[in-house]
């Protein structure tokens, strides 16, 4: 499957070819991170992603993790 991530900067428009989902994915969050606009991930279908929006899809919301419990001290055996 093929992936084509585009982006504007100023005036210019850019495209990138990618053989891979993850490829693509890296490309366009590190296109955002850069200050790049209308960043977009299209696939082989056509459909079209934003690189967040595909993020969220691919691996779900972050799951919360649970802080450790606070030891407490255990009577002594008399």
């Known amino acids: 499957m093929s992936f084509t991530v585009h982006a504007r900067v100023s005036l ?3 495209s990138y070819q ?3 989902i993850l490829g693509a994915l890296e490309q366009g969050l590190s296109l955002l991170t850069a ?5 977009r991930i299209v696939d082989s279908g056509g459909r079209s ?17 649970a802080a450790p419990a606070a ?7 008399a």
């Open 12 to 14: 210019r428009a850019l």
């Open 18 to 20: 990618h053989g891979s």
């Open 49 to 65: 992603h934003s690189p967040t929006a595909l993020y969220a899809q691919l691996f779900g919301p972050r799951a919360a993790v």
């Open 71 to 77: 030891e407490t001290d255990l009577p002594l055996a």
């Open 35 to 39: 200050g790049m606009s209308d960043v």
